[in-house]
């Protein structure tokens, strides 16, 4: 079974930047979707950014101008670039993937990504 490990989520203040990473167990990623996903407490998961097997990028509004999304296929990883964050960006990310339907999505862990002066 594949499996997703995320990394680079901590504690910034207002403004400052954070890459997450995260990287498949194994190869064949070339034609899934990947992408991140975000929970704040009490609130519901969220998407932030995805990215198609053909390179086509979505964004949620609320982070438009400020998160990039990428993928290297020969490392099997997907990053998100994240500037300008902002204490609302305060949440637990998870990424996946998936070959079709998000509802048969492949998850991470998660990581903590922590805004606050």
């Known amino acids: 079974q594949v499996q997703l490990e995320e990394s680079g989520g901590g504690l910034v203040q207002p403004g400052e930047s954070l890459t997450l990473s995260c990287a498949a167990s194994?190869?064949?990623?070339?034609?899934?979707?990947m992408g991140w996903y975000r929970q704040a407490p009490g609130k519901e998961r969220e998407l932030v950014a995805g990215i198609t097997r053909t390179g086509n990028t979505n964004y949620a509004n609320s982070v438009k101008g400020r998160f990039t999304i990428s993928r290297d296929g020969a490392k099997n990883t997907v990053y998100l670039q994240m500037n300008g964050l902002k204490p609302e960006d305060t949440a637990v990310y998870y990424c996946y993937f998936h070959y079709g339907s998000i509802k048969d999505a492949t998850w991470g862990q998660g990581t903590q990504v922590t805004v606050s002066s």
């Open positions: 194994r190869s064949s990623f070339t034609s899934a979707a």
